[in-house]
């Protein structure tokens, strides 16, 4: 009786997944995300600025670009993407996501998202989920992130970012 049981609802879960496909909560995605810490990021520009193993302060007077790889799965989907930053200044933080077309070297801004308002809380965290293309295609594209950080000294900081995606 017990097998008979088994059998059925073994079919009827068949028959569900067929009839819902990839709808059906078996078939979803895997949700990862991976973090950059700051000290994965590299200056894109000459100026004076403090990086030290937790975050990077901009000591300039203009504002700096610092850059960091992303290797993402392929065929993965990114969902979100997190900057984490004190903020405690006139200036902001952007943390932006791109890739670059490999045949044509043409750059393409998927997604940003910047810090608003200063508060002493550390750190602060601010997200976006607009991003688009949202497919990661490795074939052809090579990904990044990097931040944008106004002059600030020690009153404005990147603590790191983290990319959301599902598989």
């Known amino acids: 009786m017990k097998t008979a049981k088994f059998v059925v609802f073994f079919l ?3 028959l569900i ?5 990839s709808d059906f909560p078996a078939a979803a995605a895997i949700k ?3 973090f950059f810490g700051a000290a994965k990021f590299h200056a894109a520009s000459q100026l004076t600025f403090v990086n030290s193993s937790d975050r990077i302060e901009n000591h300039d007077s203009v504002a700096g670009w610092f850059t960091s790889e992303l290797n993402l799965p392929q065929g993965s989907n990114v969902r979100k993407i997190k900057l984490f930053t004190y903020d405690n200044s006139a200036g902001e933080n952007c943390l ?11 750059r393409v801004k998927m997604g940003f998202v910047c810090s608003t308002g200063s508060s002493t809380t550390t750190p602060r965290v601010f997200a976006t989920t607009t991003i ?6 490795n074939k052809n594209y090579v990904y990044y992130i990097y931040t944008k950080l106004d002059p600030g000294g020690s009153d404005l900081a990147f603590w790191g970012a983290q ?3 599902v598989k």
Do not use: F, H, M, N
Request: charged content about 25%.
């Open 12 to 14: 009827l879960l068949c």
């Open 17 to 21: 997944v067929t009839l819902l496909g």
């Open 32 to 34: 990862s995300s991976e």
């Open 96 to 106: 932006t996501i791109g890739r670059v077309d490999l045949r044509t070297a043409t």
């Open 132 to 137: 688009y293309p949202r497919k990661i295609d």
């Open 163 to 165: 990319v959301i995606y």
